[in-house]
Each structure stands twice: as structure tokens, then as C-alpha cells.
């Protein structure tokens, strides 16, 4: 059993090695890691590995390409939730989501993710991305986005918006105009949705972005 505390960024990787481990069946390459932790340099995943390995919570194998073996400690170092995928979200042209009308939740499918994400919100969810739009705020298509269920928003915040007359739903940043509603794109080659307020239901705020590994 891992004895010694974890940083935060330690943190990050071996939840980061348990979600691609899930999603892909196989561990991830250090290049891998320091892309999906944002991390600058494959040096410093390096060095943060070694601590892991040292205090019992990862064994890597040096014969194996891609060879980090997560051991049953690690799971002392981060609590877990559920959140389930309720649907996908367009990040260009708006598409439909299940049950965005009656604001019920269906869910077939969901993954587990650090509690650090969640930051104790209780009615988080998530959606798939689809699309570009969104882009130049690191959204891109395929990723998850983690979204926190509020029905209504700061100005410029990152929101899933149902266009009520269209039976639509979208996520975009949000602007309050004068008599209408901005709903703007993050990239450049996109243009803004402009609709009026009593067209517009906030269903979420986005939380966390979940990155689909090339």
C-alpha cells in the first residue's frame, strides 16, 4: 500500500493513466500523459512516474513499450465519481440531445472521473462534442465536456444552450445583447447564433473538458 502523499500534478497523471487505461485497454506513452495533463516536458512526466513507482502506486516495466502498470494502491489517492454521458452537444451547428426538452436524464453509458474535476457538484453530467466550433477554447470534436446543471449563466461563460424553437441544443459562450442573445463560437471560421431570449434555455455550464486522445 502507497505511503507517501501525492502533488497534485502526481494527482492528475495516475488519474489520467487510469482513464486512458479504460478508454483504450492499453496504459499511455509518457508524450501521451504530458499532452493529457498539459504537462510541458516528457522529462518532468519522467520524473513524476519515478515518484509514483517509488511510493507504490504505479510498476513500470522498462522491456515493455508503453509499460505502466497501475497497482492497487493508487486507488487510495483520489476519490472517484460517476457521471454519466446523457448525449453529444454540437460545437458548430446546433444537434439534438435526448430528452432536452423535458430536461429528464437518459443514460446508457458514463465513465468515472476525479472528484477533483467535480469540485463537489452534485449535478454534474456529460456530453460528447461534435464539432469544431469551440475549438480555440480547447474543445474539440470527440472530447467530453463535464457540465454543471444551471439554468443560468455569467456573461461569456461556456454553456449547452437549447434553442427551444429549433428542439436544438449547442454549446457556445453566452452574450446578452440589446433584444437578442449572443451564442459565440470559439473560432474564428465560425459564425455567432443570435436568437432571441425567450428562445433560449441554459441547461448546463461547462466544468471540465475531458480531451479524446488522438
Known amino acids: 500500500m ?9 494527482k492528475r497523471i495516475i488519474s489520467f493513466i487510469h482513464d486512458f487505461l479504460r478508454q483504450n485497454g492499453y496504459p499511455p506513452s509518457v ?4 499532452k493529457g495533463c498539459q504537462i510541458s516536458s516528457t522529462s518532468v512526466v ?6 509514483l513507482e517509488e511510493a ?15 497497482l492497487k494502491g493508487w486507488q487510495n489517492s483520489r476519490k ?9 452537444i454540437a460545437a458548430g451547428e446546433p444537434i439534438p440531445v435526448p430528452a432536452s426538452d423535458t430536461g429528464s436524464v437518459i443514460s446508457t453509458e458514463g465513465l468515472e472521473v476525479s472528484e477533483e474535476l467535480t469540485k463537489g457538484r452534485q449535478n454534474v453530467y456529460a456530453l460528447r462534442v461534435k464539432g469544431d466550433s469551440m475549438v480555440d477554447a480547447l474543445i474539440k470534436d470527440g472530447d467530453i465536456v463535464l457540465m454543471d446543471y444551471v439554468t443560468t449563466a455569467e456573461e461569456g461563460e461556456m454553456v449547452a ?5 429549433e428542439q436544438e441544443v449547442t454549446l457556445k ?7 437578442r442573445i449572443r451564442l459565440e463560437p470559439a473560432n474564428s471560421q465560425t459564425k455567432p447564433i443570435y ?13 471540465a473538458v475531458i480531451r479524446r486522445m488522438p
Not at 2 to 10: D, E, G, R, V
Not at 31 to 34: E, F, L, S
Open 56 to 70: 507504490g502506486y504505479i510498476h513500470r516495466h522498462s522491456d515493455i513499450s508503453r509499460g505502466i502498470e497501475l
Open 195 to 207: 436568437t432571441t431570449l425567450d428562445n433560449v434555455e441554459i441547461q448546463g455550464r461547462v466544468v
Open 161 to 165: 444552450v437549447w434553442l427551444k424553437r
Open 31 to 34: 508524450r501521451d500523459i504530458a
Open 80 to 88: 472517484v465519481v460517476y457521471i454519466p454521458i446523457v448525449g453529444r
Open 173 to 179: 459562450k453566452i452574450f446578452t445583447e440589446p433584444n
Open 2 to 10: 502507497a505511503a507517501k502523499a501525492l502533488s497534485s500534478k502526481q
Open 46 to 51: 519522467a520524473y513524476n512516474l519515478a515518484r
